[in-house]
């Protein structure tokens, strides 16, 4: 039997930089949620949707449940047109895990590019080692440049009830090292934060811009002074389309 992950919300984001497919995998403990945007000319499909534990993992679509049952799935194919957001969310006692593909979906003659554009997740972040992570694996040819942001007090606007009020990033290569964070996101690179229109909208929160090599990377958002609460972690490609 495998142990379940008490309180951590985890996300685990693989990127391929392959102009063929673009495929990502995704791991969630319990209580969390993550969604996965499909934007217009673009389509999703679910390669494997699983879940170990007692408890549901739910994949919906416009508050719709598509699939959630109480057992192992694995729906090959099953195929989201865009646009549309699919919520992927696992309940108490439960871990969810899912790999899917993003793929052009565009009338011919108008194609769109073949890229992965960001991902999120949502969990509570508590004391010590509960913290909420977010892992990023880069493939292929190249690098890829990044944003991670780090999100607590704007989600308080967004009705989430016991938001983090002050969120701490930091990113850490697969060797160890930190690669970039900081606590709040105006006190490093504001430019260049600005500058890609994803700037958080309160400035506590936290955000880095990177250039990554082919490697993994973790991101880990902690409370300032141990404080606690729901927060937000995010990983958007800025890299232009391969």
């Not at 996965?36 to 919906?60: H, K, W, Y």
């Not at 790999?99 to 565009?106: E, I, K, M, P, V």
Request: hydrophobic residues 40%; charged residues 10%; aromatic residues 4%.
């Amino acid at each position: 039997m495998r142990t379940l992950a008490p309180l951590t919300a985890a996300l685990v984001l693989s990127i391929c930089n392959s102009v063929s497919a673009q495929y990502a995998s995704l791991a969630l403990s319990q209580n969390s949620a993550t969604n996965i945007d499909i934007p217009s000319g673009r389509a999703c499909e679910i390669v494997q949707f699983t879940r170990n534990g007692l408890n549901p993992g739910v994949l919906s679509v416009a508050g719709q449940t598509l699939l959630g049952s109480s057992t192992n799935s694995d729906p090959r194919g099953y195929i989201i047109a865009g646009p549309a957001t699919a919520t992927i969310s696992a309940s108490q006692g439960t871990q969810v895990f899912c790999t899917y593909r993003l793929f052009d979906n565009a009338p011919t003659g108008t194609p769109s590019p073949n890229r992965l554009g960001n991902i999120s997740t949502r969990g509570r972040i508590g004391a010590q080692d509960n913290a909420l992570i977010g892992g990023l694996i880069i493939q292929g040819q190249g690098s890829k440049r990044v944003i991670f942001r780090a999100i607590g007090p704007s989600l308080s606007g967004a009705g989430v009830p016991g938001a983090l009020q002050d969120p701490s990033l930091t990113v850490h290569d697969s060797f160890g090292a930190v690669v970039g964070g900081n606590d709040n996101w105006r006190s490093g690179q504001a430019a260049e934060i600005l500058a890609t229109g994803l700037a958080p909208t309160d400035d506590r929160e936290s955000a880095v811009v990177l250039t990554l090599s082919q490697v993994s990377y973790t991101a880990i958002v902690r409370g300032v002074n141990a404080t606690e609460g729901v927060g937000l972690v995010e990983i958007f490609d800025l890299s232009s389309p391969q």
